[in-house]
C-alpha cells in the first residue's frame, strides 16, 4: 500500500498523502508547505510502522519561538542529570553522563523499544531537562514515533518531553500562549494546533481546547485543518472521537481524511478502549450512500486497523463481528496492505 511522496508545489495548500497503512523513508523528497520553510516526511518505520513530520531547522526554530516561547538554550548544553542507580545496565549508566538533549533522545529511544525502565526516569527527569532541552529536528522525529506505540506509556512520555523542550508549562497560561499564536497568523497555527491538543491531554482546559480545534478542523484552509486533526488526536479523549469520524467522512481533501482514519486507528493520544468506542459509529458508514468508494475503503481500513479483524467493506460480516465482539483480537497473521496496530 505504501505510495512515495511528491514534492508538494508552494503555492499549494494541499495536505501531502499519509498512508492509513504506511509509507517508506525516501531520502531527498522534500515536501515544502506554505507559508514558512516546513517540510513533511512521512515513513513506514519496519518495526513500529511510525511516521514522523521533518522540517527546515531554521524555520521550525522561528516557528517554534513565535507559537510556543522556546528558550533560547543550547543543543549541547553542559548541564548533567543524576546518575542512574546502581541497579541499571550499562547502557542507562552512560546515557545519564550525555547532556540533556541527548538524554531525552536516546531514553525516549530506549523507551520505545522498552519502557522499563527508561519511562520512570524520564518523568523524574522532566523538570531538570526543562530550560536545556530545543525542539529539534531529531527530537520532533522521536517523539511523532513514540506516539505510534502501542504502550500508552511510551505516548505519554513522548507528549511530555515535547511540552519540554517547546518550554509549556501545563498552565492556562500556555493555552493562552498558543491561542495568541493560532490567531496570529497562518505560520504560526499549525504546531500550535497540535500542542493545543498535548496541552489538553494534560487536563489543561481540554473543553476550550476541543472547541477550539473543531473550529479550525473546519477552516478553508487544509493546513489548518490538517493541524487541527493532528491537535484532536493529541487531545486524545472521548470528545475527539465523534470530530476525526466526521473528518473522515466528510473533509473534502482525501489527505486529510486519511490522517483523521490513522489517528483513529492507532496514531495519537486516543487509548485502545477509545479506539474500540469508534467501531459502531463507523459500521454506520460502510453501506453510506452518501460516500464515495474511496471514503467507504477508508472506514473499512480503519475499523480492520482497530479491530484487527479481516472483513474488507462487507458490512454484514462486520456486523455480526460486532455483535459477539467488545475487545479487539490479536491478528493471527497479517491482514494484506494493513500496518498491524
Not at 108 to 123: C, G, N, R, T
Not at 127 to 138: F, P
Not at 249 to 278: K, W, Y
Amino acid at each position: 500500500m505504501a505510495q512515495s511522496l511528491d514534492p508538494i508545489s508552494a503555492p499549494s495548500d494541499e495536505v501531502p498523502s499519509k498512508e492509513l497503512m504506511g509509507s517508506s523513508i525516501q531520502p531527498g523528497k522534500v515536501l515544502t508547505l506554505p507559508y514558512f520553510p516546513l517540510f513533511l516526511i512521512l515513513a513506514g518505520f519496519s518495526t513500529l510502522s511510525g511516521f514522523f513530520f521533518g522540517w527546515n531547522r531554521a524555520g521550525q526554530a522561528n516557528a517554534s519561538k513565535n507559537s510556543v516561547g522556546q528558550p533560547e538554550s543550547s543543543l549541547y548544553s553542559t548541564a548533567r542529570l543524576p546518575k542512574v542507580p546502581g541497579s541499571w545496565d550499562a547502557e542507562l549508566q552512560e546515557i545519564a553522563g550525555l547532556p540533556a538533549q541527548q538524554q531525552a533522545e536516546r531514553l525516549l529511544k530506549f523507551a520505545m523499544q522498552d519502557p522499563e525502565p527508561s519511562v520512570d526516569y524520564i518523568y523524574k527527569s522532566l523538570g531538570v531537562w526543562r530550560g536545556h532541552l530545543e525542539g529539534s529536528d531529531s527530537l520532533f522525529e522521536l517523539v511523532l514515533e513514540a506516539l505510534e506505540s502501542k504502550d500508552e506509556r511510551v505516548r505519554t512520555v513522548a507528549l511530555e518531553i515535547d511540552l519540554a523542550a517547546n518550554n509549556l508549562l501545563k498552565s492556562p497560561q500556555s493555552i493562552k500562549k498558543l491561542l495568541r499564536a493560532i490567531r496570529s497568523s497562518p505560520e504560526a497555527r499549525t504546531l500550535a494546533l497540535w500542542r493545543l491538543g498535548e496541552l489538553g491531554n494534560r487536563g489543561v482546559e481540554p473543553r476550550l481546547v476541543l472547541s477550539t480545534l473543531n473550529r479550525y478542523a473546519h477552516d478553508k484552509n487544509s493546513q489548518t485543518r490538517f493541524w487541527a486533526v493532528e491537535g484532536l488526536a493529541m487531545l486524545g479523549t472521548k470528545a475527539s472521537i465523534e470530530p476525526l469520524i466526521s473528518i473522515l467522512t466528510q473533509d473534502p481533501s482525501a489527505n486529510i481524511r486519511e490522517r483523521a482514519a490513522v489517528n483513529l486507528a492507532r496514531s495519537g493520544m486516543l487509548t485502545t478502549d477509545l479506539r474500540m468506542s469508534a467501531v459502531p459509529q463507523l459500521l454506520n458508514f460502510l453501506d453510506d450512500d452518501s460516500l464515495n468508494d474511496e471514503t467507504h475503503d477508508l472506514v473499512s481500513r480503519t475499523l480492520e486497523a482497530i479491530t484487527h479483524a479481516p472483513l474488507g467493506d462487507d458490512t454484514d460480516a462486520w456486523r455480526g463481528w460486532w455483535a459477539h465482539h467488545d475487545r479487539p483480537e490479536e491478528p493471527s497473521h497479517a491482514i494484506s496492505g494493513l500496518t498491524q496496530i
